[in-house]
C-alpha cells in the first residue's frame, strides 16, 4: 500500500502489524492515514508481546468512521481513531497507556418540547458562574473546545417506537479527570506526572511504548472505571442544569476502556440488545439513533475478505465479537488522495501523501495541522451494509451549542 525505508525486521513487523487491522473504512483518505499510523502502534505492542513470549496477536478492529486522531501524543505514538484495540494475554492484565482513554462519550435527552436558544445560552451561562462538583471534584465547561457540543434536535421515527419529539445530544468526556486529581491517577500520561514515572516504557524500533501491568494495570483500571462513571454523571449534570427534567435516552462512551486489555477509540460497544446508540455526522445534516446488532456476522466476515487471513492469525471468534458501531462520521481529507510513502527521520514519521488534485505531495506530521471535513451519510450506509445496526429515527438538526 505505502513503501517505507526500513531494516527489514521492522518491514516484517509492519506487515504483521497491517495483517492484524481489520478495516470496515471506506477507503478515503482519513481511512488511507488511519491505516499508515495504526501499523506503527500495533507492531510497537507486538514487538512487546514477542518479547515477553506472548503471542503477538494485538488486532485493531476498524469501523466506518476510521480516521485520524487529533490528540497529537495519541498519533505520535503511532494511533488512530476509529475501531477496537485489543491486546488480550495469556498471562497478565496490561494497560497500553499510549491510546489514552479519556471517557468521552454522548448523553441523547428526550423532551416534549423545542428549547428556546435564549434560555439555554442563559442556564449555560449560570453554570459557567456556579460552583458545580461532582464526587467533590469541580465540573469544567469545555463544551466550546475540539469536538465537544450539545445539539439540539427533532425526532423523525423510522419504527414503530415511541420516542419524544425532541432530543439534545451532549458529547463530552472526563476533562477534569485527565491529569492529577483528588480521585488518584489521571488518565493521560503525558499530563500525570505520577503516572508516567509509574510506567514501564518499552523501547522499541517504532518509538516507546509506555505499559502498566499486573497491580498497576488493575489499579488504573479502577481510575479509568471512576472516571467513566464521573463523565456520564458530568453529562448528566449538564443536561439537567440546561434542560430540567429529560426522559435519558442513551449515555455511551465510545473512548475508553473495555477492560485492561481492550480499549475502544472512537465507537460503540454493544453489549445491550435494548441500547441506543447515537451516529452523528456533520452540523448540516441529521444525526441517527440506532440499535445496534451483534458483530461481525459470518457473511460480513466472509464477504469484507477477513475470513481466511483472521483464521490464520487465531483471532476469527475476536471479529465475531467485535460488537462494535461508530459513534460518528469522522474526519476525511478532500485534498488528499492516497500515502504514497512513510519517511522517518531522526525518530519521527512523515506521511508523504498525493494531492487529489494531481499536482503535488504534501507532507504531514501531525494529523491536527491539516484541514478536515466530516464525512457525511456514506458511513450510516456502511453501517446498515455490514449489518452493525439498524436506524430507529432520524434527528433533524435545529441548531447546535459551541460556547
Known amino acids: ?15 504483521e502489524a497491517e495483517r492484524h487491522i481489520f478495516s470496515m473504512g471506506l477507503a478515503d483518505s482519513g481511512s488511507k492515514l488511519c491505516l499508515a499510523n495504526m501499523r506503527y502502534g500495533l507492531a510497537k505492542i507486538h514487538w512487546w508481546q514477542e518479547s515477553l513470549g506472548i503471542s503477538p496477536k494485538a488486532t485493531f478492529v476498524a469501523t466506518p468512521d476510521m480516521t485520524v486522531t487529533r490528540n497529537l501524543n495519541r498519533w505520535r505514538s503511532g494511533f488512530a481513531y476509529g475501531g477496537r484495540i485489543s491486546w488480550e494475554s495469556e498471562r497478565e492484565d496490561f494497560v497500553i497507556l499510549d491510546t489514552k482513554p479519556n471517557a468521552c462519550g454522548m448523553l441523547v435527552g428526550g423532551l416534549n418540547y423545542s428549547p428556546e436558544e435564549r434560555q439555554i445560552l442563559s442556564k449555560i451561562r449560570s453554570f459557567q458562574r456556579s460552583e458545580n462538583a461532582i464526587e467533590g471534584i469541580k465540573v469544567k465547561w469545555d463544551f466550546h473546545k475540539g469536538n465537544h457540543f450539545i445539539d439540539i434536535f427533532s425526532v423523525k421515527p423510522t419504527r414503530e417506537i415511541e420516542l419524544p419529539s425532541y432530543v439534545f445530544i451532549i458529547h463530552g468526556s472526563a476533562t ?22 509509574t510506567a514501564e516504557v518499552i523501547t522499541t524500533p517504532f518509538g516507546p511504548l509506555y505499559i502498566l501491568e499486573g497491580e498497576r494495570a488493575r489499579k488504573y483500571w479502577k481510575c479509568y472505571q471512576f472516571a467513566n462513571s464521573f463523565s456520564k454523571k458530568r453529562r448528566e449534570l449538564v443536561a439537567q442544569k440546561l434542560f430540567g427534567d429529560f426522559e435519558l435516552l442513551s449515555n455511551e462512551t465510545h473512548q475508553g476502556l473495555i477492560s485492561c486489555n481492550e480499549i475502544l477509540l472512537g465507537c460503540h460497544h454493544i453489549n445491550d440488545k ?17 440499535k445496534g446488532k451483534k458483530n461481525l456476522k459470518p457473511a460480513s466476515i466472509e464477504n469484507l475478505g477477513f475470513a481466511k487471513r ?8 475476536r471479529l465475531r465479537k467485535a460488537n462494535v458501531i461508530p459513534h460518528g462520521g ?35 506530521f501531525d494529523a491536527r495541522d491539516i484541514p478536515y471535513l466530516y464525512r457525511g451519510r456514506n458511513v450510516l450506509l456502511k453501517i446498515l451494509e455490514l449489518d452493525l445496526g439498524e436506524i430507529i429515527a432520524k434527528l433533524l438538526p435545529l441548531y447546535v451549542i459551541k460556547v
Open 1 to 15: 500500500m505505502f513503501s517505507v525505508s526500513l531494516p527489514s525486521t521492522k518491514e516484517e513487523f509492519l506487515r
Open 176 to 197: 477534569e479527570l485527565k491529569g492529577e486529581n483528588p480521585a488518584g491517577w489521571g488518565l493521560y500520561y503525558d499530563d500525570d506526572s505520577s503516572l508516567k514515572r
Open 274 to 290: 435494548d441500547a441506543i446508540y447515537p451516529l452523528t455526522l456533520r452540523g448540516d445534516l441529521p444525526a441517527y439513533l440506532l
Open 310 to 317: 483472521a483464521r490464520q492469525l487465531g483471532v476469527y471468534q
Open 330 to 364: 469522522g474526519y476525511t481529507f478532500p485534498h488528499i488522495l492516497d500515502v504514497e510513502e512513510i519517511l522517518e527521520i531522526g525518530g519521527k514519521r512523515y506521511f508523504k501523501a498525493d494531492a487529489a488534485n494531481d499536482r503535488g505531495k504534501e507532507i504531514i
